[in-house]
């Protein structure tokens, strides 16, 4: 199994900055993309940016030029550096991992895992 741990949410004024963090751990061979998806109250989760095992990102158009995703593939850990963050930049942030990993029958195949979510509350 695969475990997801997030953390770095909080409170900031509008304008401010956050940096998320996820650790990814547990039965891999590999991690081919990571990325972090967002859900604000009443909408649909979406995606915000996502980083594959070569470094190739891809962002949310709402966040290209204020958001960063980076990673550390040595530490299977995934960051997101938000600045100029919005009132909408409001919502649970839940980090994604698609990994070739072990599951609990003992069988090896490729899937999507999630962490619990973060919140990240940006005050106006």
């Known amino acids: 199994q695969v475990q997801l741990v997030e953390s770095g949410g909080g409170l900031v004024q509008a304008g401010g900055s956050l940096r998320l963090s996820c650790a990814a751990s547990?039965?891999?061979?590999?991690?081919?993309?990571m990325g972090w998806y967002r859900q604000a109250p009443g909408k649909q989760r979406e995606l915000v940016a996502s980083?594959?095992?070569?470094?190739?990102?891809n962002y949310a158009d709402s966040v290209k030029g204020r958001f960063t995703i980076s990673k550390d593939s040595g530490k299977n850990t995934v960051y997101l550096q938000m600045n100029s963050l919005k009132p909408e930049d409001t919502a649970v942030y839940y980090c994604?991992?698609?990994?070739?990993?072990?599951?609990?029958?003992?069988?090896w195949g490729q899937g999507a895992h999630w962490g619990q979510g973060t919140q990240v509350t940006v005050s106006s």
């Open positions: 980083i594959t095992s070569g470094g190739r990102t």
């Open positions: 994604n991992a698609v990994a070739f990993s072990r599951y609990a029958d003992d069988s």
């Open positions: 547990g039965s891999m061979l590999s991690i081919n993309v």
